[in-house]
C-alpha cells in the first residue's frame, strides 16, 4: 500500500514538471529561440513518441531553423499519428511545397484525401479488428440461435460491409506514401544501381524528399523508391531519416 502511494506522489509530482518544462519550449518559441525550444520538444518526444502534437512542434521550430528536411519529417511523423489534424496538414503540405513536392498528388480532389487521412492507419487497424470480431459475434449467434437466425442476417451483412471497407481502406493506407517511408536528409544524395560505391550513379535527390523504403536495408546501403517516377535505387542509410 505504502509502495502504490509512493507511486501515485511521484507521478503526480512529476506532471507539473512536465507543464513547466511545455510552458518553457512555448515561451522559448515565442521568443524567436527555436533551437533552445527544439531541444526540449525533443526531450518531450523521447518520454512519448507518439504524441503528435510535440512532433508537429519540432517540426515548426526546424522550419524556423530554415531546415526544410527535419521539418518534412517531423510534420510527416505527426501526419502519419493524427492526419486530420488542420494545422499539422497545412504545415506539412507548406513544408512540401518549399522542396519542390505536393502532399495531394495531382488529379486528387482534396475531399478525396482528406476523407482517405482521416484515420491514422492504427485508427484503421483498430476499427478493422473491432468490426472482425463483431462480424464473429453476430455469425456464432446465427449459428447457435437457430430462432433469431432472421434478424442476425441484416446486421451481419451491415457488419461484413463496414469490415470490409475498413479492412481494404487500411490496406491502402499501409501502402501509402508515409507509411514505411523515409525523408532524404542531404543534399544532392546520389542514387546508384546497387548497394556499394562502384555502382553507377544514375539520378540524385534533394534534401528533404519523401522516399519509399522498398527492401530490408543493409549495413550500409538502403534500397528505395520514388513511386511517382518510376524510380529505383540504393542511398546510404545516413542520408535518410525513417518516418
Not at 536495408?217 to 518516418?243: H, R
Request: with cysteine; glycine share 4%.
Amino acid at each position: 500500500m505504502r509502495n502504490k502511494i509512493l507511486i501515485s506522489f511521484l507521478i503526480f509530482s512529476f506532471l507539473p514538471l512536465i507543464s513547466l518544462k511545455a510552458n518553457e519550449a512555448t515561451s522559448l518559441y515565442k521568443n524567436e529561440k527555436f533551437k533552445q525550444a527544439f531541444e526540449i520538444y525533443k526531450q518531450k518526444n523521447i518520454g512519448n513518441p507518439n504524441n503528435p502534437y510535440t512532433l508537429y512542434n519540432m517540426g515548426n521550430c526546424q522550419f524556423r531553423l530554415k531546415n526544410s528536411s527535419l521539418a518534412v519529417l517531423y510534420y510527416a511523423k505527426a501526419f502519419r499519428l493524427l492526419p486530420r489534424n488542420s494545422d499539422i496538414r497545412y504545415n506539412l503540405e507548406f513544408a512540401m511545397n518549399q522542396t519542390g513536392q505536393k502532399l495531394i498528388p495531382d488529379g486528387t480532389p482534396l475531399l478525396l484525401h482528406k476523407i482517405f487521412y482521416l484515420f491514422a492507419l492504427s485508427e484503421l487497424k483498430a476499427l478493422t479488428y473491432t468490426s472482425f470480431w463483431l462480424l464473429c459475434l453476430l455469425l456464432v449467434a446465427a449459428i447457435l440461435k437457430k430462432n433469431i437466425r432472421s434478424k442476425i442476417w441484416p446486421p451481419f451483412i451491415y457488419a461484413a460491409a463496414v469490415f470490409a471497407v475498413f479492412f481494404i481502406w487500411g490496406a491502402m493506407r499501409a501502402n501509402s506514401r508515409f507509411e514505411n517511408a523515409a525523408v532524404i536528409m542531404q543534399s544532392d544524395t546520389p542514387i546508384l544501381s546497387g548497394p556499394g560505391e562502384n555502382f553507377k550513379t544514375y539520378a540524385s535527390l534533394p534534401a528533404g524528399r519523401l522516399v519509399k523504403i522498398t527492401d530490408i536495408p543493409g549495413s550500409i546501403y538502403i534500397q528505395i523508391g520514388l513511386p511517382e517516377k518510376g524510380l529505383k535505387g540504393w542511398v546510404e542509410k545516413t542520408a535518410l531519416k525513417k518516418i
